[in-house]
């Protein structure tokens, strides 16, 4: 969805506040697309600052179908997003702002959808998990340790030691 802030780059009467629910599906995240299932309406709020500027607020939220990094159980996880930002008119942009404004502005239409669709992105949890004391799965068998425990040898042994396992090692073949 486009808005049209060129009324708003001019004058305070030509603030904008609108409801709008973003139209993509899934959120293409490190080469996985991550459907989404809840995604409310959000309020955009675009008001005038002074001339070819104005600020963009809106936020919200949308609910993802993810997994968890431990045990790899769906997981419904909530990624919060908040937008407080300045836009800037086709010739008023700063130098430092141009890269930013041109992602989410097209002329003088503010692209909506892009802009909920980055702080999405940015806001993405680092670590998903299923709940706080997730065990994981076991490394040699691959079972869910939250069901319970497996009987597999899970011993790592020190790789600084393996120089002196191979000395014993080879003294037991003379």
Known sequence: MFIDLSGTFQSESGNIHRQYTPQFTEVRYRGQDVPVLEKPPVTAD????????????????????????RC?????????????????????????????????MDGY??????????????NWPVKVLCKADCKGLCRVCGRDLNLGDCDCDDF??????????????????V
């Open 72 to 104: 790899l159980k769906p997981v419904a996880e909530r990624v919060d997003f908040e937008v407080d930002r300045p836009v800037y008119a086709p010739g008023c942009v700063p130098e430092d702002e141009t890269e930013d404004n041109a992602e989410v």
């Open 156 to 173: 790592v042994p020190d790789p600084r030691m393996a120089v002196i396992k191979d000395i014993i090692n080879a003294d037991k073949e």
């Open 109 to 122: 239409q503010l692209n909506v959808e892009r802009l909920i669709f980055n702080e999405v992105l940015i």
């Open 46 to 69: 675009c008001t005038y600052e002074q001339d070819g500027r104005a600020r963009v607020r809106l936020s919200g939220y949308m609910v993802l179908d993810m997994f968890c990094d």
